[in-house]
């Protein structure tokens, strides 16, 4: 899926919202234990009543590693499910050497080598340009490169001043010169609003990928405030708020009890902004 | 396996050579390919041609990764053909948030979840302390951190100045605080043999997990001679050079003479070191 095309999907569904699909077994409802793969009914249920409220879904590679070959089986029968018109994203952070990096970028995004081909992987910067290039290769493909993450552990090295800028803005504008606002998202935590504003000074154009909504404590109109652009720009992800919305029978309707509250803000916000 | 254990191996072994299992179905020997998995009978006849001349194997997870959920049976099957006397390394450069990267810890540590146990992981630095925290949790089991990669990318950021030092050093130093020299090493690539002294000086207890020579160009000696310490304190990988030694049906033999080579050229610095 090109920009345009995200775009376009964004205004006809007044979204942003990007749902994080990061199942754990011991958390599904009770009554899902029965199918030969709950966790793959799970997200199967709750993709079917979550998908016109979002314009993305975020698998996180650990949540199926976890569990070895069954869960990377899992994991491309939730790729098989997702509708055409979805913007799917491999919560990878994944990066190495660039014959390496290559194979990872079969791995995501070749489905004739891995049966699986998503829209985009998340990829760490640390191992610099020749372990990011392999996956900016593949057409109407996309690297959501690590920026200024949403955890504590961002303060170790991202916000360290390194030469005149923080490391993290130091990603931004070396990586830039790498790929266009066509094929590279960053990774911007939703816990630091106020780096918005800078970083939409170095990145005016690229979509952010922002996780740290809901659970992990981030304000969505914080974000929105200095991280729309003319495109919106923005994709939101809320993983643990929506697919845990309710343990029970009814989990698929409350998480899109949850999906449904967070798309009305959004919308509420595109309007605001002449998006839509 | 601890680190006096390891220590043991290479005393005993006269090495310190780990092997990177790094396949490529196009580059695998012919007469494989009537196997009905050709690149686990690959690798379990360089285990088996191999095991006596290493005290360590690394598969490197985008190998496997790259054939979906066959890849990751092989990995599997990789690991359980793995001798008990060989350290074994998950190359991974995982990394993620705290509850994530407890997932990834489960993966490659976890048999009960995973069906696989490897006794160490290579973690990229970039998201801080609580994405690695969670590999730490588990006893003797060991974090392998990236400070100073063997790739071109590895000038991009990892070598700028951070603060008063450049951001490879920081990552030593500061992490330097989360585990000791009996959980943590870091990979150091052989690139750079510049850089050991150096290194010597922040990480003079850990092992270092040394990529690059061989193919990628790095000399044995020139790392040995600032790299050595009084428990060895390197491990240095060697993958193409071994496993693709021969593209014929004496492809194991000639991986073995490979590694006997470097093992009789690491036995005669372990001597010249007092080692053995």
Not at 251 to 268: D, G, S, T, V
Request: proline share 4%.
């Amino acid at each position: 899926m090109n920009k345009q095309q995200l775009f376009e999907q964004i205004q006809r569904k007044k979204s942003f919202l990007c749902v994080g699909l990061d199942p754990v077994l011991d958390k599904l409802p009770k009554h899902l234990l029965k199918y030969e793969d709950p966790i793959l009914e799970f997200n199967k249920q709750l993709i079917d009543a979550t998908h016109d409220l979002c314009v993305a879904y975020k698998p996180n590679t650990a949540f199926y590693e976890t569990r070895g070959v069954k869960g990377w089986d899992t994991l491309v029968k939730t790729w098989k499910h997702f509708p055409k018109d979805v913007f799917t994203i491999a919560d990878a952070k994944r990066g190495d050497i660039g014959n390496t990096s290559a194979m990872y970028a079969e791995a995501f995004f070749n489905q004739e080598s891995s049966d699986m081909s998503f829209d985009s992987i998340t990829v760490a910067p640390y191992m610099g340009k020749d372990s990011v290039s392999p996956f900016l290769t593949y057409e109407d493909k996309w690297v959501i490169l690590l920026a200024l993450t949403s955890n504590a552990g961002s303060q170790d090295f991202q916000t360290k001043q390194s030469e005149d800028q923080k490391l993290y803005e130091q990603v931004i504008t070396t990586s830039s010169q790498w790929a266009g606002s066509d094929q590279m998202m960053y990774v911007v935590g939703a816990t630091k609003p106020e780096e918005f504003q800078n970083i939409r000074r170095l990145a005016p154009d690229n979509f952010l990928l922002v996780p740290g909504v809901g659970a992990q404590g981030g304000s969505l109109s914080a974000v929105c405030e200095f991280g729309l652009n003319s495109e919106c720009g923005l994709l939101v992800n809320a993983a643990r708020s929506i697919i845990y919305a309710s343990s029970g029978e009814d989990f698929a309707e409350k998480a899109r009890e949850e999906a449904l509250a967070l798309q009305q803000e959004m919308e509420q916000i595109l309007k605001s902004a002449n998006l839509i």
